[in-house]
């Protein structure tokens, strides 16, 4: 009877599965148009699933042996069911093998069951508290009736297993687990994500995100152009189906496992974002509905059920409710740690970004002090709307060559705009000093620096940033310098990820690397470190936007400083709070984000805390009684200088260029 049967329920449930995915691409389908290699894409998966994907679900060893014994298990299974119970290719091999990978699947979903009982905060709950039952009926259901292929039954027990009432209750054991893990893939069960997520990975709108197959690590943070001379297309995202079809893809791939929800800094400060949420409320819009069904946590302060959508209606609402509320883009920091942590490599910065555009460029909609930067960046080229002539008031008193004069250089230094700014001036003055005792061919641009437009463009106003980066392109393409060091990562950023697609092709230095390959090169000499217990608190947009963690760590141990770590370091390091515009949106929540970080930095005992970004040290020196000093990396190295004989083999090295791509 079996025999009969289970040939009918597979082939029905592979025929409702084509079915539920020529729906579900029809939905991705609604997006605009995206240029994506299919057969590339496809021919790559297997590499990305194993490698990539598995790099970010490997930093948890549980769950990761979890998923390649319940993920592996079902794939496996289901392919030699297919060949053994539906095209009755029934061998002991076949069978055998059939029987391995089921049990192999029964395990991992034992192990879900253990993480389901009692869940962290972070997971969804709702119908994927279904799934390992789902996973178990699947799987169990496979192997008992796979049990009489291999022939290792006694006779009187396979006579009972083709009971008519046994085969019927086997066979509805088999729909279940069929119903779940087949059809459910594609109709949006807990495990669409399966589907999707296997599309998304072969169509990426990022493809360079990817390791390579000679091992090189794959890396692209640099946010993508708007073609502002084309009238017909859309400035941003006002509604779900302007996102392009693979960014659908993308958010309909998400398996809600909150990773992202756990390290976003403006969730845990009570801010109204949440990163997971937001990702599902793009899939309501992407089918249309409301947010009732979502069973996560909620964007802090704001009720699950009263958002609704749909692929051609507005995300934010003029008035009123829709998907989204406007306070919930502008409380994102961009410091990329939902991207970092994402296992299905969604691109949450990318989406919201794109719908700040349409709310700065469209409806000219930018809370609190962000119209008053965006227009002062238009009058003055600088956000604080400082003179353009006092740029380099700071350094009266130091003589710095000018490029103008010079016309050619190893090193421009570029400044930012901190230039403006008190406190980052004594870190500009300490690299100053670096570099001439490095006996570093250097100049400055001067008052033709220009802010380079990160601020602009992190607010959506995409206009103002290519206005103010094809300016300074045009400006720089009249001296000839090797390569340009800075301060600021987040100018570091933008100048080497995000000028090349308007023109601008630069090789470019963090001060912390350029620093760390002159001392390599024997061209500066420190005394001892002499102080307390340092930690280092790692820039955003220095190391998940740039993969920039050791320079700055090489750098304090040659001044003799063994660093406490926090808790949150490297990749997944605490953002300060200053990116993305935040402090200019300043967005209310229960909590500030630098005093979370100076919490982190207080529980290592440390007493001064080592930065390498200007907007972290505004960021963390604000924090009220915080008991530990905040230092740039560069005014370390300045105090700790000492003169050493340069041998004159050493003064004609120069540093290893480090290219951003």
Not at 68 to 97: D, E, K, Q, R, S
Request: hydrophobic share 45%; charged share 20%.
């Amino acid at each position: 009877m079996l025999n009969t049967i289970l040939p009918i329920l597979i082939f029905s449930a592979l025929a409702l599965a084509a079915i539920g995915a020529w729906r579900r691409v029809r939905l991705w389908r609604q997006g605009r148009p995206s240029s994506v290699p299919l057969l590339k894409g496809l021919a790559a998966l297997p590499r990305r699933y194993l490698v990539d994907l598995h790099h970010v679900v490997g930093r948890d060893r549980v769950m990761s042996n979890t998923h390649v014994a319940t993920a592996g298990g079902f794939v496996a299974a289901a392919v030699l069911m297919i060949l053994v119970h539906g095209l009755g290719l029934a061998n002991p091999v076949l069978g055998a093998l059939l029987l391995a990978a089921s049990a192999t699947m029964f395990v991992g979903s034992l192990f879900v069951a253990r993480r389901r009982r009692n869940p962290p905060a972070r997971l969804s709950k709702g119908a994927f508290m279904r799934l390992p039952k789902s996973l178990m009926a699947f799987s169990v259901g496979v192997f008992l009736i796979t049990l009489p292929t291999v022939g290792i039954l006694p006779a009187g027990l396979s006579q009972v297993m083709g009971h008519w009432l046994l085969a019927l209750l086997l066979a509805a054991v088999v729909v279940w687990g069929l119903a779940e893990m087949v059809v459910g893939v594609t109709w949006g069960g807990p495990m669409k994500h399966a589907f999707a997520g296997a599309l998304h990975l072969a169509f990426h709108r990022r493809p360079e995100r990817f390791s390579s197959k000679t091992g090189g690590e794959g890396r692209s943070t640099g946010l993508k152009a708007l073609n502002l001379d084309d009238e017909t297309a859309p400035l941003g995202v006002e509604k779900p189906s302007d996102f392009t079809w693979n960014q659908l893809l993308g958010f309909d791939a998400c398996v809600q496992c909150g990773r992202c929800e756990a390290v976003c800094p403006a969730f845990a400060a009570g801010q109204p974002l949440n990163p997971k949420k937001l990702i599902q409320d793009m899939v309501v819009g992407l089918a249309g509905g409301s947010d009732a069904g979502y069973a996560g946590s909620p964007y802090p302060g704001k009720p699950v059920g009263e958002h609704y959508g749909n692929p051609h209606g507005p995300i934010v609402a003029r008035q009123g409710t829709a998907l989204v509320d406007a306070e919930t883009l502008w409380s994102c920091t961009t410091c990329r740690a939902c991207v970092e942590e994402c296992p299905m490599m969604i691109e949450h910065v990318d989406a919201i970004v794109d719908m700040r555009r349409f709310l700065t460029l469209e409806r000219g909609a930018t809370p609190n002090k962000a119209p008053e930067v965006l227009d002062n960046l238009i009058a003055t080229d600088n956000p604080g709307g400082f003179a353009p002539g006092a740029r380099m008031h700071w350094a009266a008193d130091l003589d710095l060559p000018l490029i103008a004069d010079l016309q050619q250089v190893d090193v421009l230094l570029w400044l930012g705009d901190g230039a403006f700014d008190m406190r980052n001036q004594r870190t500009l003055r300490a690299l100053v000093k670096v570099l001439r005792a490095a006996e570093v061919d250097f100049a400055v641009l001067g008052n033709e620096e220009r802010d380079s437009g990160d601020v602009a463009r992190r607010l959506g106003d995409e206009a103002t940033f290519q206005s103010l980066a094809r300016r300074n392109i045009d400006t720089l393409a009249q001296y000839r310098f090797q390569h340009i060091v800075t301060c600021d990562p987040h100018s570091f950023h933008v100048l080497g990820n995000e000028y090349g697609e308007l023109g601008g092709h630069y090789r470019v230095f963090h001060h912390s690397t350029y620093i760390a390959e002159l001392y390599d090169a024997g061209r500066l000499a420190f005394r001892p470190w002499k102080g307390g217990r340092v930690t280092y608190h790692d820039p955003c947009y220095l190391g998940r936007y740039n993969g920039e963690y050791e320079a700055p760590r090489r750098v304090l141990e040659a001044l003799g400083i063994q660093v406490a770590e926090m808790e949150r370091s490297g990749f997944r390091s605490r953002c300060c709070g200053g990116g993305g515009g935040a402090p200019i949106t300043d967005i209310p929540g229960k909590r500030r984000i630098p005093d979370m970080r100076m919490n982190d930095v207080e529980t290592t005992g440390a007493e001064l805390v080592a930065v390498g970004c200007p907007q972290c040290t505004a960021m963390l020196e604000g924090v009220v009684d915080a008991t530990s000093e905040v230092r740039d990396i560069a005014e370390l190295v300045a105090d700790a200088l000492m003169e050493a004989p340069v041998e004159d083999s050493a003064k004609t090295r120069r540093p290893r260029a480090v290219e951003v791509v």
